[in-house]
């Protein structure tokens, strides 16, 4: 994002995060309308390349087509072998958030300095069976770090209670990192994970699968904004 745009999502509290994985992309701006109008703000963008991860989804003309689309910042996690050639292409076409994966990269301080003066926002993301020490070293230079709760690859996957564990290490160890999670994120889940200390909630299927968007999301967000916030 530009740094702006980044601020007001730090400062905006818990926020539940729309995948559009599994939606219906014969009618993909309809969905993400529908999605708006449900009352999210964030648009998580799932980006594979059939390398990192089995499964293909979309690169940058579709990007592009819902920047043209949507005012909604576009939050894109790059399950990619390569995100440092794809980084500029991704923000050229509208990424405001780019979150590569540790696991991907052989240097990720690099990566994230690569990202970071394209001008948005740089996460990392790391899969349930990773150690979070990879992380260590480069934990002072991204923005975000994206917690997989399944491991990456497909939507509507179950839930890995180890995500939860994570996240409250990595928020007693950094109170003001921004934090996220993703997989399996639906009613039963949500709210161990902002009682770990999550500030934001990707969630596909549990909202996708819904007939009534707004409720879906709506239920959601009273169970993220029951659970007590973790120590910030
Ligand atoms: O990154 C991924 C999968 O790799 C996620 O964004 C999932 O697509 C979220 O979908 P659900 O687990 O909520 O269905």
């Known amino acids: 994002m ?10 905006a509290g818990p926020a539940i995060l729309p995948s559009v994985l599994n ?8 969905e993400v309308d529908r999605l708006r109008e ?12 059939g390398h990192f991860v089995p499964n293909l989804t979309f690169g940058m003309p579709i990007v592009e087509g819902l920047r043209r689309h949507t005012d909604m910042p576009l939050d894109v996690h790059l399950m990619i072998s390569d995100p440092v050639t794809y980084a ?13 994966h540790v696991e ?7 990566v994230a300095g690569k990202v970071r003066d394209l001008g948005v926002g740089v996460g990392v993301a790391i899969n349930p069976g990773t150690p979070l020490s990879e ?13 997989m709760s399944v491991e990456a690859g497909f ?8 995500a939860i564990d994570r996240i409250r290490e990595l928020r007693s160890r950094y109170p003001e990192l921004l934090l996220e999670i993703d997989g399996g994120i639906n009613l039963s889940t949500i709210g161990a994970a902002r009682e770990a200390g999550c500030d934001l ?32």
Not at 88 to 97: F, N, Q, T
Not at 135 to 147: A, R
Not at 155 to 162: K, L, M
Not at 201 to 221: C, H, K, P, Q, R
């Open 201 to 232: 909630f990707v969630v596909g299927s549990a909202i996708i699968s819904s007939d009534d968007y707004t409720v879906a999301v709506s239920e959601l967000n009273d169970a993220m904004m029951s659970a007590n916030g973790g120590s910030r």
């Open 135 to 147: 992380l260590d070293v480069c934990l002072d230079s991204v923005d975000m770090v994206l917690v």
């Open 155 to 162: 939507g509507g996957q179950t839930f890995n209670p180890v």
């Open 2 to 11: 530009n740094r702006a745009k980044l601020d007001s999502i730090r400062g």
């Open 38 to 49: 449900a009352g999210t703000e964030i648009l998580h963008l799932d980006v594979m390349d």
């Open 88 to 100: 500029k292409p991704m923000v050229d076409a509208g990424a405001d958030m780019l979150t590569f």
């Open 23 to 30: 939606c219906d992309f014969g009618n993909l701006m309809a």
């Open 104 to 110: 991907a990269v052989k240097d990720p301080v690099e």
